[in-house]
C-alpha cells in the first residue's frame, strides 16, 4: 500500500495562493497518475487536477482552469497544486490520490490510494 502525505495547506485570505504538496512513500513506481481532490462540509468529493507521473500530462476541473497548476518532482516522488487567486469556494479539504491508471483520472473510483487530507481555508 503506497502512503501518501499531503502538507502546505492552512488560512489564507480571497486572492492569494497556497501550495499544497503530497509525497509518495518508496514503491510508488506503479502510480502512474498523481490527482487532487477536494470535499467541502457536507458536499461530495469532486476532482481538482491530474498529472502523469511520467508524460507531466495534466487535466483541470473547470473551476479551477487557469487558477491552479500542478507539477511533479519525480525524484522526490512528490507531486505539487498550486493555487493562485483564491476563492472563497476553493475552502475544503484537499486529498491526494494515487492510481495505476495511464491516463487522466478524474473519478475518485479510479484511485486506490489516498492521503490523510489536508485544509484550505480561503477567508474573506
Known amino acids: 500500500q503506497v502512503q501518501l502525505v499531503e502538507s502546505g495547506g492552512g488560512l489564507v485570505q480571497a486572492g492569494g495562493s497556497l501550495r499544497l504538496s503530497c509525497t509518495a512513500s518508496e514503491g510508488s513506481f506503479n502510480i502512474y497518475t498523481m490527482g487532487w481532490f477536494r470535499q467541502a462540509p457536507g458536499k461530495e468529493r469532486d476532482f481538482v487536477a491530474c498529472?502523469?507521473?511520467?508524460?507531466?500530462?495534466?487535466s483541470f476541473a473547470d473551476s479551477v482552469k487557469g487558477r491552479f497548476t500542478i507539477s511533479r518532482a519525480n525524484a522526490k516522488n512528490t507531486v505539487y497544486l498550486q493555487m493562485n487567486s483564491l476563492k472563497l469556494e476553493d475552502t475544503a479539504v484537499y486529498y491526494c490520490?494515487?492510481?495505476?491508471?495511464?491516463?487522466?483520472?478524474?473519478?475518485?473510483?479510479?484511485?486506490?490510494?489516498w492521503g490523510q487530507g489536508t485544509q484550505v481555508t480561503v477567508s474573506s
Open positions: 490520490a494515487g492510481t495505476r491508471t495511464w491516463g487522466a483520472a478524474v473519478e475518485s473510483s479510479e484511485y486506490d490510494s
Open positions: 498529472i502523469h507521473r511520467w508524460s507531466g500530462s495534466t
